[in-house]
């Protein structure tokens, strides 16, 4: 039978001065997850490797890990499936990244639980229960706003890869906001406000990149990044002003105005002229070496047919009212680019 | 078949990216591929309307693709965000009916409709399935041999695989692919699927941003590369424009230079550092000038 490595991350606090990898030889087995590749490496080859699990049915989020450097459950991929995918015959296991490992692929729990208590992740109450005795009864479509969203099992996968993480441990990070998402965008919930004001303590909701790790990451579909957005749709609705929100309405205003940004005026409207002397050494350095466009300065030009982004941007704002956007349920199958189906792959 | 595009210039290579526009529109010219520029196009509202208003991103969104359907074009993008912001408008007015005619309903108002008839693609896909990399291969007249070519893909243009698709999001080839046919050698490093944190910039510039941009740096010049690539002007920006202020912020000289990706192959299909627009970059390009003179 094939076999393949399997190069396991190794740390004990109490004996190591520093982690190491140690690599188990083991055969690929058909059906085999990355999680039953650690079983079979302890049960034969090494007892002292620790690592959690539980329901190995991708349900418990207890097996996160990170394999070939990407964080997933690894109970929920098969060793072949990620042999062929990196085409290796290496798979190296990580703890999840971002956090403290305690030992081998053991992290510690506390820091996400800490973070997760700032935002309160249980159910507030906006009004007393139905008084027929029945459940708090929530329209199809307010429940299809969080549908996703409740589906998260705590896993740490979206956290691990978290690039704004990475630069920063204060980040609340996807998982937590997302989850704070879950309940902002409750409709029988009643700390809205409270709870958007804890995620934009410092901005701190305007930290994420953008990077769409996440989403990318996440084995549940629960779209974290898109929560993240969906949460700061809600706080400019709610009137919170931020220095994302500022800068939509640059944005929004730019496109209105002439149809491109002008990128020449956009740090003084974004943090006034005070600001805009911040970035002066930076402006001129752009100007030195020609990256900058003098007629940006006035105003710059109009996109051609400009008439029709101010017609459509109007007409836009009226509709608006009556739309009710579906979330996208399928965030995993790769987008099909209809060229190639038509040239038969 | 002549390749023929609706070229989707984006705000940066008409605003501090000029030597992305310049570089493109040469490679693209000598590679044969025919760029009909969108000039009634707008912003793409860059994750920044997205995150005030879906729908209003939608339909703005929605005019720049029928612009390229009245040409009857795929649409070509020279930007990552761009890439993917057009990409997400096309997916959720392609897969919801009465999402795309609530948007043909605004889209009326200025006589225009969207039709869901063509693709939104990157230049880098475009020079690697439709050029193709033999055809790049047999224009190489000045190989980049003696580069050691950092890649640095840009999360708009791997991720969501939803709205990406083009290659496994985890496992990227195509930039490395590309080098290789040039004649580089890829270097493998830490922060090639990393982000540049570009767009924090305004909320977390000293708490997220510049952090990113001096570890995507390093990460590039602890692998020893000449220097770096990306097919995005954002990320560009980023880790060119902004690289003194993170060298600042960390207290270190880095000196890394970045390129755009058609500059990397204007260099190897002979054409010269001027007209492609390498002094105007804010981390030095010279060495790179020097050797390939």
Not at chain 1, 281 to 296: C, L, Q, S
Not at chain 1, 312 to 332: G, P, Q, R, W, Y
Request: glycine share 6%; proline share 5%; net charge neutral.
């Amino acid at each position: 039978m094939e076999k393949f490595k399997l190069k396991v991350f190794r740390y004990d606090p109490t004996k190591d001065d520093k982690p190491y990898y140690q690599t188990y030889e083991l055969p690929v087995e058909k059906g085999m997850t990355v999680l039953a590749a650690l079983f079979k490496a302890k049960e034969e080859q090494d007892s002292s490797i620790s690592f959690r699990y539980n329901c190995r049915a991708a349900i418990c989020g207890s097996c996160a890990v990170r394999i070939n450097g990407h964080a997933t459950l690894a109970c929920k991929v098969q060793v072949k499936h990620m042999l062929e995918k990196y085409n290796t015959d290496t798979l190296v296991i990580e703890p999840t990244g971002n956090i403290k490992p305690l030992k081998d692929l053991v992290y510690d729990m506390d820091w996400v639980i800490d973070k997760l208590k700032k935002i309160q992740p249980w159910f507030i109450p906006k009004e007393e229960p139905p008084a027929d005795g029945k459940e708090y009864r929530q329209d199809p479509y307010d429940h299809h706003k969080i549908d996703f969203a409740s589906d998260c099992i705590l896993c740490n996968s979206c956290m691990s890869d978290c690039n704004a993480l990475k630069a920063n441990k204060d980040f609340l990070g996807p998982m937590v906001i997302s989850k704070a998402y879950r309940f902002i965008a409750d409709s029988r919930d009643g700390a809205k406000r409270e709870r958007l004001e804890t995620v934009l303590k410092d901005f701190n909701l305007e930290w994420c990149v953008r990077c769409m790790e996440c989403t990318t990451r996440c084995p549940k579909e629960v779209q974290p990044y898109e929560n993240i957005i969906r949460t700061r749709i809600i706080a400019a609705e709610e009137g919170f002003k931020s220095p994302g929100e500022i800068h939509a309405e640059i944005f929004e205003q730019d496109i209105y105005n002439r149809g491109l940004l002008n990128e020449m005026l956009l740090p003084m409207r974004q943090e006034g002229l005070l600001g805009a002397a911040k970035r002066a050494p930076f402006g001129i350095r752009m100007f030195f070496k020609g990256k900058v466009n003098i007629a940006d300065f006035f105003g710059g030009h109009k996109v051609k047919r400009h008439d029709e982004v101010k017609k459509i941007m109007d007409k836009a704002k009226e509709v608006k009212k009556n739309i009710k956007i579906k979330l996208i349920s399928d965030v995993h199958t790769p987008y099909e680019d209809k060229r190639k189906s038509k040239q038969g792959g | 078949m002549a390749l023929k595009y609706a070229f989707y210039t984006g705000c940066s290579a008409k605003g501090v990216a000029p030597e992305l526009y310049d570089s493109t529109k040469l490679v693209a010219e000598k590679l044969g591929m025919e760029l009909i520029e969108l000039e009634a196009a707008t912003c793409c509202g860059a994750g920044a309307v997205q995150e005030k208003d879906e729908f209003l991103s939608l339909t703005i969104n929605a005019r720049n693709l029928a612009l390229a359907e009245e040409l009857g074009l795929d649409m070509l993008t020279i930007c990552n965000t761009c890439t993917l912001m057009l990409r997400e408008a096309k997916f959720k007015l392609d897969n919801d009916p009465e999402l795309k005619a609530a948007v043909n309903e605004v889209l009326k108002e200025a006589g225009l409709e969207y039709k869901g008839t063509i693709e939104v693609t990157h230049f880098l896909w475009e020079v690697i399935d439709a050029v193709g990399l033999d055809k790049i291969k047999s224009m190489v007249v000045r190989p980049l041999r003696e580069f050691n070519i950092a890649p640095f893909y840009g999360c708009h243009i791997i991720r969501p695989p939803y709205l990406t698709g083009y290659e496994d999001p985890d496992n990227p080839s195509s930039i490395e692919r590309l080098i290789e046919a040039i004649g580089g050698n890829p270097v493998d490093h830490d922060a090639r699927l990393a982000c540049c944190g570009f767009h924090s910039f305004w909320s977390a510039e000293d708490k997220v941003t510049l952090k990113l941009t001096a570890m995507d740096t390093q990460a590039a010049k602890k692998q020893q590369a000449d220097f770096m690539v990306t097919p995005c002007p954002l990320c560009h920006t980023q880790l060119d424009a902004m690289q003194p202020e993170a060298e600042e912020k960390i207290g270190v000289n880095i000196g890394m230079p970045v390129l755009h990706l058609p500059q990397m192959i204007g260099l190897a299909i002979g054409l010269k550092p001027k007209e492609l627009g390498l002094h105007k970059h804010v981390i030095s390009t010279k060495a790179i000038i020097e050797k390939v003179a």
